[in-house]
């Protein structure tokens, strides 16, 4: 028997939302089309019913001049509305030909963080044109000033804030006048007579008190805030570990300048997530779909240099070794397999470290710790990496010595993976203590590195055992 379906009395069906499939296949070709055509009438109806997400979506999946003309035709409420989500480099392409008057009224409908944000990336003579004519300059002269990954650089204003004497149906009233300048409302701020932060009601608790009550009397005491200058990304594991879906934003005397919410740390989060899988695979981190092949190009380019300045230095040990393979070629068979054991090794415990930095689970002070941790998983791993490789070797190679090419291979494969791990478990956390980001620890880097350890340690060994 199929489950009962869950649909209210009256309706016909469960609610449909459009998906990335469908907003990226026919009817992208089907609004590129009419676009062409210049059927504006049909491609605004085709457009009215799809969230902001949605439109962005389409609108990056459009040929560049479709996409301006699409936007032309937009009403200022729904171009405001879609401006936040697209990507910056597009947003900003999107943008050049728009007039500023266009531009003001466009964000004029935006909350005041996404507002800066859309001004951030624009040239500065159109910002110069643009901001007086706002209707929130002041504030946004203000966020434009903070570093753009900091808690300044990611808050809106816009945030209710009562004094601690004021009644709850005060504060409600409060509530009710700010609504549609404040969304969403979440929590509301209770400040002192210096208009320092002293707590917050959440608007659950608001509804649920006596009208009559103080608001200093069923304020929340943790009053957790953040400074303007917090880096984002420790802005996005205070909320993380704190369940947080609101947190005001304080200057040094700890009154609210503004507040982040929930929908702006999941895109710090994903975002600063992106950047590091970019830079763990060797791209500069950054890197959108949007993007032109000159742009992805520089981005890639610099990492695949330092990876063939890698292989070559890998190649000249490999020919200083040469009376080495001359005198034992089968020396050259187990050159892969030193280096691709190296290089994976080290992969895994730098992006062990670099998750844990992230999270904020792995601190710098906890060096010794983890290169001990790392040191008996790298032993306990080389070892019986070794003992299988030592195993093959005696099986299935026919060479001179075979026992001692066995042990001298297993020995080299134990030493390079406590070198690369060690290595791996380490420059992250080193990188992340002196003010570098740390995934650039990972990737090329530590791919390279091990490599030229991994083929050193295995032709000096060779050397002293196998060949001595």
Request: net charge negative; aromatic share 4%; proline share 4%.
């Amino acid at each position: 028997m199929e489950p009962e379906k869950n649909i209210a009395a009256g309706d016909a069906e469960a609610p449909v939302v459009p998906s990335q499939i469908e907003v990226g296949g026919e009817l992208a070709d089907n609004v590129q089309a009419l676009v062409e055509e210049g059927q504006r009438g049909m491609v605004l109806n085709l457009v009215a019913d799809l969230h902001a997400a949605d439109l962005g979506l389409l609108l990056e999946h459009l040929p560049a001049d479709r996409a301006r003309t699409l936007f032309h035709w937009l009403s200022t409420e729904q171009g405001g509305e879609v401006l936040p989500e697209l990507e910056d480099d597009f947003r900003a392409t999107l943008l050049e030909e728009v007039r500023s008057e266009r531009i003001s009224a466009l964000l004029d409908e935006m909350p005041t963080d996404d507002a800066a944000d859309v001004l951030a990336d624009l040239p500065a003579e159109v910002v110069e044109e643009v901001l007086p004519a706002l209707e929130d300059k002041e504030e946004l002269a203000e966020l434009l000033a903070y570093d753009e990954e900091s808690a300044g650089g990611i808050m809106g204003t816009e945030f209710v804030a009562v004094p601690e004497h004021w009644t709850v149906e005060q504060a409600t009233e409060e509530v009710r006048r700010q609504a549609e300048h404040v969304e969403p409302i979440y929590a509301v701020f209770v400040v002192d007579s210096k208009q320092a932060l002293i707590g917050g009601v959440s608007l659950k608790r608001l509804l649920l008190s006596q009208p009559g009550a103080r608001m200093g009397d069923i304020l929340d005491t943790d009053d957790l805030s953040v400074l303007a200058v917090l880096d984002q990304e420790d802005v996005a594991r205070i909320m993380e570990r704190y369940d947080r879906v609101s947190l005001p934003v304080v200057d040094g005397l700890k009154r609210v300048i503004g507040r982040i919410t929930i929908d702006d740390i999941v895109d710090v989060i994903r975002d600063e997530a992106e950047e590091d899988i970019q830079r763990m695979v060797g791209v500069a981190g950054g890197e959108e779909h949007t993007d032109s092949v000159a742009q992805v190009s520089r981005g890639r380019l610099p990492w695949l240099l330092t990876g063939l300045v890698g292989a070559g230095i890998s190649a000249s040990i490999i020919a200083y070794f040469d009376q080495t393979l001359q005198q034992a070629v089968v020396l050259a068979s187990f050159i892969p397999i030193v280096q691709s054991t190296a290089g994976n090794a080290g992969i895994q415990s730098s992006a062990i470290a670099v998750q844990g930095l992230a999270s904020g689970d792995v601190w710098t002070s906890d060096l010794l710790r983890r290169i001990g941790k790392e040191l008996l998983v790298a032993i306990i791993n080389g070892v019986a990496l070794a003992v299988a490789l030592a195993a093959a070797v005696l099986l299935l190679m026919d060479a001179p010595s075979t026992s001692v090419l066995a042990f001298t291979a297993g020995l080299s494969l134990v030493i390079v993976i406590v070198l690369a791990t060690t290595i791996g478990a380490t420059v992250p956390l080193v990188l992340d203590r002196i003010g570098i980001d740390p995934a650039l620890a990972t990737g090329p880097f530590i791919t390279v590195s091990n490599d030229i350890i991994g083929i050193s340690v295995f032709f000096v060994l060779a050397t002293l055992i196998y060949l001595s």
